[in-house]
Nanobody, 120 residues
Framework: QVQLVESGGGLVQAGGSLRLSCAAS????????MGWYRQAPGKQRELVAT???????NYADSVKGRFTVSRDNAKNTVYLQMNSLKPEDTAVYYC??????????????WGQGTQVTVSS
């Protein structure tokens, strides 16, 4: 069974920084893309940033220049460094990964979510 476990959320003042981590574990053969999504109260879940296994990245316009996504393939872990945080970044952040497991099936997996709250 494959699991994604996130950590690093919390409360921070506007202008501050946080670093999220997400580790994948279980019977994994390979991981294609990994990324982060977020969902604010009353809003739909939206893409924040993704990174492929070769290191290509993609960002939402709202976080470009402030957030950086990276991954450690040896540890099956993806990170999200969030700088210059704004109150509108407040949301539950979810890790997402496309994983080939030992059942030889590619599936999208989600973490349980971690709360990020930015105070003004």
């Amino acid at each position: 069974q494959v699991q994604l476990v996130e950590s690093g959320g919390g409360l921070v003042q506007a202008g501050g920084s946080l670093r999220l981590s997400c580790a994948a574990s279980g019977r994994i053969i390979s991981i294609n893309y990994m990324g982060w999504y977020r969902q604010a109260p009353g809003k739909q879940r939206e893409l924040v940033a993704t990174i492929t296994n070769s290191g290509s990245t993609n960002y939402a316009d709202s976080v470009k220049g402030r957030f950086t996504v990276s991954r450690d393939n040896a540890k099956n872990t993806v990170y999200l460094q969030m700088n210059s945080l704004k109150p509108e970044d407040t949301a539950v952040y979810y890790c997402n990964a496309d994983i080939l497991a030992y059942n030889l099936r590619n599936s999208a997996y989600w973490g349980q979510g971690t709360q990020v709250t930015v105070s003004s």
